[in-house]
Nanobody, 117 residues
Framework: QVQLVESGGGLVQPGGSLRLSCASA????????MYWYRQAPGKQREWVAG???????NYEDSVKGRFTISRDNAKQTIYLQMNSLKPEDTALYYC???????????WGQGTQVTVSS
């Protein structure tokens, strides 16, 4: 079974940066597409960014140019580098392995990002 553990959240001022990490325990990590989602208080969970096993990336429009998703297959970890953070980026950020290639989908426990002065 694949397990996902996020880290790296915290409190940052507007305009600041954070890097989130999602460590995976399980086999075949390098071939999986992985996603980051976020959920702000009182709002639905929304997709933020995705990366395929070959390294192709895509982003939700509001984070394009500010966030970068990447992966280190040797460490079985994906990252979300977040720059130029805004108060509206405040949310609980989740790492997600979508169901694929015979593997059930998985969610991490989430890591809180708060952007405030």
């Amino acid at each position: 079974q694949v397990q996902l553990v996020e880290s790296g959240g915290g409190l940052v001022q507007p305009g600041g940066s954070l890097r989130l990490s999602c460590a995976s325990a399980g086999s075949n990590f390098s071939i999986y597409t992985m996603y980051w989602y976020r959920q702000a208080p009182g709002k639905q969970r929304e997709w933020v960014a995705g990366i395929t096993g070959t390294g192709s990336t895509n982003y939700e429009d509001s984070v394009k140019g500010r966030f970068t998703i990447s992966r280190d297959n040797a460490k079985q970890t994906i990252y979300l580098q977040m720059n130029s953070l805004k108060p509206e980026d405040t949310a609980l950020y989740y790492c997600n392995l979508p169901a694929q290639l015979g593997v059930a989908g998985r969610w991490g426990q989430g890591t809180q990002v708060t952007v405030s002065s």
